[in-house]
């Protein structure tokens, strides 16, 4: 039907999305961990802007409609308080940059010696000001790539490919997730019910009072959301052999040790000679027992999904960018950091904003949703 | 298949065992109803198939259960799972993934199947079930009858051999009941399987069951056998069984043919009555009491949108051209209401329908996009909640909203100061609505019923001449529906305006003056209960199928014109055989 109404270009339009070729979670998932970890290599406003843009883009192409894309605006809310709230403490805390352009003085409050260092109000200046702002993008553009991530890809299929040993653990974290969404509908719903009562419906008192009843509420979905999953066969284990049992322990926590040596290896001024190689070998082990854990899972995948070449794009474009601004920031610090003392106006370096275009990948690549 | 031998189930704390001493077999391939008053034990007995009670419920069970030869004392409910499939009353509560597909898959993944085989048997159910097109719907955006149909469905991609559900028809409108229960015909009938389900609505299900288990009262001993046999003898039971039983039918007929083949001497009887019912009907519109509390002078100006079936000027509210906006979608639209005191309306329709909304939107909790209401002459949204409970009241679906303080007497208290009444109003009016409930119990500890009439007398403290209810009877037996009825007779009788959003056909029939239909967040139909429920045969009552075309729409009706006959020298055939010769 919608073939013969919009017959879609070959090649040039994404297909749709279906599920059969669904994209990898994951690869929407490293995908926006690349432009998070390029938006930590500046705090150029300009680039900062672009990579919000190019996440804001790629959602508006590929967003779907289903409950969890609202997470994207969520994020871009929770941002701006970040920024302003980064902005207020620059005004009434002071900073740390020296500035001489002073905006405004604000009536210092005296604090005992020993609380040498920390400042109430005094003098705000432009170049503070602006170091407060260029910072706190920064962080702002973190968040909205993790909030890109979550509104593309559904938490829930990312478990999917969690690997069996860890499913059980995994389901708990994401019905845990569900709970914070249940809870907020819960208490509009109660609150809304003082209104029944005669009550106010708005204010402080309103939620205080409704507290206790939303928990209850919250606690006997859990409990019974418990019950059906047990008796659908939730935590049904294989029975295995104890040698099995005992070498994944072994396997596992002989790991986990090594991990931890092999770190404290690396970051250590002496321990560079075996700090990798007991990093790696912790590694391997861990896996292995993870591995050998997954036989006492019974679980088998329904349909999981492929990481296919449209994964590999999507990821690869993510990655992209992300390398491209760390090369990028070892050949020209200064463009990526403009200067704040003295003040100029950022200016938009080519090379960067070209890589961060390659962020924009996904919406040519990636299977839409019919709209 | 499933075996009770003996079984007694003794909940933590509790001084009397739930159920006592309970034997039950069920044969492979059967579908048995379990019913009986709340507060017998269903659930428990439902419960204890799966293996929640006593695993996951705690509590002592004594006996044995055994379902398909296995053991519960010894099997945990996840080792049930490939035998078991169990449905509960509220679907939400039940789904663990967040898409249709996956969550037909989720049962058969945690049984660990093989991948093609999880594939082909979900094709099948999305199939079985009719769920194909909804298959990669998010199940937050599915309707009632949809989530519960995948509530069945993602029990049976394990080919259970046995499937318990417990009122798995109550949230839903009437075409939905019917397409699930069709779908556990199919089961029932198609793969043998085993089925067994608690119900209160008996006239949506009766006619399915191969047998029936009753419990009459708790700690009664259970009756087991057909359907005609126990529903002879049971305290609940639809109205097309106490229609058989009025009119002495041997053996009880239990469903609407059945009883329509049966029925020619009894529409003989009525048939010059035919009026005399109306008559009664009409005559409930026009209420000589007046509203408790006298109406604004405002609303006078309101008069002239009175429509013809609110004759008694002052209306109590007026809906005009309302249209109300749910994000994207139009809740409502373009819906004129105009409730008169004293009258009582219906509001039916499928779920998602737009009820919930219009009932809303008179207590204020939703803003009109266009168009207004008003309640008492106020605009509910823009007044403030301590004057509006005096305007109008709602008892909403989940009345345990409503309820916040630890005890009863608590409660009270409260709603006397929020509806600034004289202390002991409220508790008056509990006491009155619901003798033998002491102070101390905590509303947790009610039964469904007995929580919706406390519900309904904290919103009544503030006498307000218009109440509505949404869904009032959901879970409730037909001991607390009739008593529920009389009640809301009463009140309507003193004046109150009432609406009841509800899928319900037999509480319209019984309560109803006026019955509006909403499609789609629209009206489209708007009249006396008598002519919108036997245009429509979804929407009819079993009475009025079974003595259609002549209008009759419960059994208390045609008894009570029956008995009117009765009273007068000549005896039942000589007025029969009068008819008939007339």
């Given at each position: 039907m919608s073939e013969v109404s919009r017959p879609a270009a070959p090649g040039a339009q994404a297909s749709r999305a279906q599920r059969r070729n669904a994209l990898h979670p994951g690869a929407w998932w490293l995908w926006s961990l690349g432009l998070a970890t390029a938006a930590s290599r500046t705090t150029n406003p300009l680039l900062l802007g672009l990579l919000i843009a190019v996440t804001g883009y790629v959602i508006a192409t590929h967003r779907m409609q289903s409950p969890w894309s609202r997470s994207y605006t969520a994020f871009v809310k929770l941002a701006l308080a970040v920024l302003a709230i980064r902005l207020v403490f620059a005004v009434f805390l002071g900073s740390p940059i020296p500035g001489t352009h002073t905006l405004v003085t604000l009536p210092e409050l005296p604090l005992p010696d020993w609380a040498q260092g920390i400042r109430i109000g005094g003098r705000v200046t432009a170049e503070g000001l602006v170091f407060a702002l260029y910072d706190g993008l920064k962080l702002a553009t973190l968040l909205i790539c993790v909030g890109a991530a979550n509104a593309l890809a559904n938490p829930a299929r990312l478990l999917k490919s969690l690997p069996g040993a860890l499913y059980e653990a995994g389901v708990a974290v994401v019905v845990a997730l569900t709970f914070a969404p249940n809870l907020i509908a819960d208490v509009q719903r109660l609150r809304a019910a003082r209104r029944l009562r005669g009550r106010p419906d708005k204010g402080i008192r309103g939620l205080l009072q409704v507290g206790l009843p939303v928990l209850e509420g919250a606690l006997e979905r859990s409990v019974a959301l418990a019950a059906a999953m047990d008796a659908r066969g939730y935590g049904r284990s294989a029975e295995v052999a104890p040698a099995v049992r005992r070498t994944t322990a072994v396997l596992t926590l002989g790991g986990l040790v090594g991990v931890c040596a092999g770190t404290y290896g690396l970051l250590t001024a002496e321990g560079g000679t075996y700090g990798l190689p007991v990093l790696l070998a912790g590694l391997g082990a861990a896996l292995a027992g993870l591995r050998l854990g997954g036989r006492r899972s019974l679980r088998t995948r329904y349909r999981p999904d492929v990481w296919g070449v449209r994964a590999w794009l999507v990821a690869a474009s993510g990655a992209g960018v992300a390398a491209l601004l760390i090369l990028y920031a070892a050949y020209d610090s200064a463009a990526l950091h403009p200067g704040v003392v003295p003040l100029t106006s950022p200016t938009l370096p080519l090379w960067p904003a070209a890589a961060i275009l390659l962020g924009l990948a996904p919406s040519f690549i990636a299977p839409r949703e019919p709209s | 298949m499933i075996r009770f031998e003996d079984v007694s189930v003794t909940y933590d704390g509790a001084t009397e065992p739930t159920v006592r001493g309970l034997e039950l077999t069920v044969p492979e391939g059967e579908l048995v109803l379990l019913v009986g008053p709340?507060?017998?034990g269903k659930s428990t007995i439902l419960g204890a198939v799966s293996g929640l009670v006593p695993h996951f419920t705690g509590g002592t069970l004594r006996g044995r259960v055994t379902v398909a030869g296995r053991d519960t004392r010894t099997h945990k409910p996840r080792e049930l799972a490939d035998v078991v499939g169990t449905v509960g009353q509220d679907p939400l509560a039940h789904f663990v993934t967040d898409t249709v597909e996956d969550e037909l898959a989720y049962g058969m993944e945690s049984l660990g199947l093989a991948p093609d085989v999880m594939r082909r048997r979900v094709e099948e159910t999305l199939d079985l079930l009719g769920l194909a097109d909804l298959r990669d719907r998010p199940i937050a955006t599915l309707s009632g009858g949809q989530q519960q149909r995948v509530a069945i469905g993602s029990v049976l991609t394990p080919h259970p051999r046995v499937l318990v559900l417990d009122e798995p028809t109550s949230a839903l409108d009437p075409a939905a009941a019917e397409e699930v229960l069709a779908v556990l015909q199919r089961l029932v009938h198609d793969l043998g399987t085993t089925v067994l389900m608690a119900e209160h609505r008996l006239e949506r299900v009766i006619q399915y069951a191969d047998q029936v288990a009753l419990l009459p009262a708790p700690g009664a001993p259970l009756v087991l056998g057909p359907p005609s046999e126990v529903m002879a003898v049971s305290p609940v039971y639809p109205p097309v069984v106490a229609l058989g039983r009025f009119a002495g039918w041997s053996p009880l007929p239990l469903t609407v043919r059945d009883a329509r083949r049966r029925a020619g001497a009894l529409r003989e009887r009525l048939e010059g009555m035919k009026g005399v019912a109306y008559e009664d009907e009409s005559a409930g519109l026009t209420p000589a009491a007046p509203a408790p509390r006298p109406a604004p002078p405002r609303s006078r100006l309101f008069r002239k949108r009175d429509t013809p079936t609110a004759p008694a000027g002052t209306a109590v509210a007026a809906v005009d051209h309302l249209t109300v906006r749910r994000g994207r979608i139009?809740?409502?639209?373009d819906v004129t209401l105009t409730v008169a005191p004293g009258e009582t309306i219906a509001l039916m329709g499928r779920n998602g329908a737009g009820k919930s909304t219009l009932l809303s939107a008179l207590v204020g909790l939703v803003e009109p996009a266009s168009g207004s209401v008003r309640v008492g002459g106020a605009v509910p949204h823009r007044t403030a909640p301590p004057e509006l409970v005096r305007r109008v009241g709602l008892v909403p679906q989940e009345p345990r909203d409503l309820l916040y303080a630890d005890t009863v007497a608590a409660e009270c208290t409260a709603a006397d100061r929020d509806a600034d009444a004289e202390p002991g109003t409220c508790r008056a009016l509990v006491s009155e609505l619901l003798p033998g409930i002491a102070d101390d119990t905590h509303p947790r500890d009610l039964s469904e019923g007995q929580r919706l009439t406390l519900a309904l007398a904290l919103v009544l403290t503030a006498r307000p001449p218009l109440l509505l209810l949404d869904e009032p009877t959901r879970g409730l037996d037909y001991a607390a529906k009739s008593r529920l009825v009389t009640v809301l007779r009463d009140l309507a009788t003193t004046g109150h305006a009432i609406i009841l959003a509800t899928h319900d056909v037999e509480l319209a029939a019984e309560l109803a003056h006026r019955v509006v239909i909403l499609a789609d967040g629209e009206p489209v139909a708007d009249g006396p209960t008598v002519e919108v429920v036997m245009a429509s045969p979804s929407f009819a009552p079993q009475v009025a199928k079974i003595l259609a075309p002549q209008k009759w729409l419960t059994v208390s009706q045609v008894r009570a014109a029956v008995g009117a006959t009765e009273r007068e020298p000549e005896g039942r055939e000589t007025t029969a055989d009068r008819e008939a010769k007339a």
């Open positions: - | 709340s507060g017998v139009e809740a409502l639209h």
